[in-house]
């Protein structure tokens, strides 16, 4: 693919992001005359860009390239949706499970010269839960819980910069602490899930043939609008048409829904994930009293998936997902996330949209496996 004018974004409070590497981007692009504009996400330059173009400028570059975490990538897949602008991802946070999936090197310099002479862009699906979509996984429950007491932490005063500057391996030790010290005050509620899910596998929902670049720049609104129409239209019809559907209703205490292999770190705990199924991939965990089972659950989800992926009683390929708290009352107590970023309470409905987005993709990567 060819590159004449660049967008880079960035989040400098991803876990390994410096503004040497950022420098080293510039000049990098620069050197093989690719026009650069850098643009921060966090600040408001950035978000005046987008309201004073009904976020339609970033549709004008040929790529988007993210220098940032899955947060971060999660925040720029959802201003991308329906569109042809292929997204690129510089990884740079402390995990980087979307890196990890497409063999993107964590060496800068490797990582620009794999994108720019190997990377192809490719449409894949992604998960939404509730109107936001999701490139990774979303979680209800405990590890959204987690997830939204980080984020309390990192938004304590003087508490971002601090932890902005340790180094990356303790972040994700730091990570790790904010879990065990949250299992022993969590309460475990009962979640009444629903699936719809069928054993042979279904004609993808929709799909979309993105019109030209030009076109979705004229006009991208309407674009949106006639593309969530026709998925919604066409969800319905097809999952409405099919006979062989079925459903369960269970009660879990945790629920993952993935759209890729890696959760948590370099753990494969959906190893038959993929962007290109049609399905979404269900964790389902049951049975917690306590903080010692909790624990227990997630080092036998990490250490013994392939036993577990077999087993229809914690793993599901769904085609639509409902949750609920058992007792309604509770719902505004149980937390989602979704990319690692809280995301809001209960209810949800998960579903999987066909062609949503364009990414880079490593022909190596485990993506296309």
């Given at each position: 693919?060819?590159?004449h004018?660049?967008?880079?974004?960035?989040?400098?409070?991803s876990g390994?992001?410096?503004?040497?590497?950022?420098?080293?981007?510039?000049?990098y692009?620069?050197?093989?005359?690719?026009?650069t504009?850098?643009?921060?996400?966090?600040?408001k330059?950035f978000?005046?860009?987008?309201?004073?173009?009904h976020?339609?400028?970033?549709?004008?570059?040929?790529a988007?390239?993210?220098?940032?975490?899955?947060?971060?990538l999660?925040?720029?897949?959802?201003?991308?949706?329906?569109?042809?602008?292929p997204?690129?991802?510089?990884?740079m946070?402390?995990?980087n499970?979307?890196?990890?999936?497409?063999?993107?090197p964590?060496?800068?310099?490797?990582?620009?010269d794999?994108?720019?002479?190997k990377?192809?862009?490719?449409?894949?699906?992604?998960?939404k839960?509730?109107?936001?979509?999701?490139?990774?996984?979303?979680?209800?429950?405990?590890?959204?819980?987690?997830?939204?007491?980080?984020?309390?932490?990192?938004?304590?005063?003087?508490?971002?910069?601090?932890?902005?500057?340790?180094?990356?391996?303790?972040?994700?030790?730091?990570?790790?602490?904010?879990?065990i010290?949250?299992?022993?005050?969590?309460?475990?509620?009962?979640?009444?899930?629903?699936?719809?899910?069928?054993d042979?596998?279904?004609?993808?929902?929709?799909?979309?043939a993105?019109?030209?670049?030009n076109n979705?720049?004229?006009?991208?609104?309407?674009?949106?609008?006639?593309a969530?129409?026709?998925?919604?239209?066409?969800?319905?019809?097809?999952?409405?048409?099919?006979?062989?559907?079925?459903?369960?209703?269970?009660?879990?205490?945790?629920?993952?829904?993935?759209?890729?292999?890696?959760y948590?770190?370099?753990?494969?705990?959906?190893?038959?994930s993929?962007?290109?199924d049609?399905?979404i991939?269900?964790r389902?965990i049951?049975?917690?009293?306590?903080?010692?089972?909790?624990?227990?659950?997630?080092?036998?989800?990490?250490?013994?998936?392939k036993?577990?992926?077999?087993n229809?009683?914690f793993?599901?390929?769904?085609?639509?997902?409902?949750?609920?708290?058992?007792?309604?009352?509770?719902?505004?107590?149980?937390?989602?996330?979704?990319?690692?970023?809280?995301?809001?309470?209960?209810?949800?409905e998960?579903?999987?949209?066909c062609?949503?987005?364009?990414?880079?993709?490593?022909?190596?990567g485990?993506?296309?496996l």
């Amino acid at each position: 693919m060819k590159f004449h004018n660049i967008i880079v974004l960035y989040n400098p409070f991803s876990g390994r992001f410096s503004f040497k590497k950022l420098n080293f981007i510039k000049y990098y692009l620069n050197s093989l005359n690719i026009k650069t504009t850098i643009l921060n996400i966090t600040e408001k330059e950035f978000y005046d860009k987008l309201n004073n173009s009904h976020n339609d400028f970033l549709l004008h570059y040929d790529a988007v390239f993210l220098a940032g975490g899955d947060g971060s990538l999660n925040h720029i897949i959802n201003k991308l949706v329906f569109t042809d602008v292929p997204i690129a991802h510089v990884p740079m946070g402390t995990v980087n499970l979307f890196a990890l999936e497409n063999k993107t090197p964590f060496n800068i310099k490797k990582a620009l010269d794999d994108i720019i002479n190997k990377y192809e862009p490719k449409k894949i699906n992604l998960g939404k839960i509730n109107d936001r979509f999701f490139l990774i996984m979303a979680g209800v429950g405990f590890d959204a819980y987690v997830v939204k007491e980080f984020e309390n932490k990192l938004h304590k005063t003087n508490e971002k910069s601090k932890i902005s500057k340790k180094n990356n391996i303790f972040k994700y030790i730091n990570y790790i602490g904010s879990v065990i010290t949250t299992l022993k005050k969590y309460e475990f509620i009962d979640l009444k899930v629903n699936i719809l899910y069928n054993d042979n596998k279904l004609t993808n929902l929709t799909e979309y043939a993105v019109s030209s670049k030009n076109n979705a720049a004229n006009n991208k609104q309407d674009f949106i609008d006639r593309a969530e129409s026709d998925f919604e239209k066409c969800s319905i019809k097809n999952l409405s048409a099919t006979k062989n559907l079925s459903e369960k209703n269970i009660i879990a205490k945790q629920v993952i829904a993935s759209n890729l292999k890696y959760y948590g770190g370099p753990f494969k705990v959906f190893p038959n994930s993929s962007c290109f199924d049609d399905n979404i991939n269900v964790r389902l965990i049951k049975n917690i009293n306590n903080s010692f089972n909790a624990l227990l659950c997630m080092v036998k989800s990490i250490m013994l998936s392939k036993q577990y992926i077999k087993n229809s009683e914690f793993f599901m390929k769904a085609k639509k997902i409902t949750i609920n708290a058992s007792v309604p009352a509770k719902n505004s107590m149980v937390y989602c996330q979704c990319d690692g970023e809280f995301f809001g309470t209960l209810p949800v409905e998960i579903i999987k949209v066909c062609n949503a987005v364009t990414l880079l993709i490593s022909p190596d990567g485990e993506i296309m496996l």
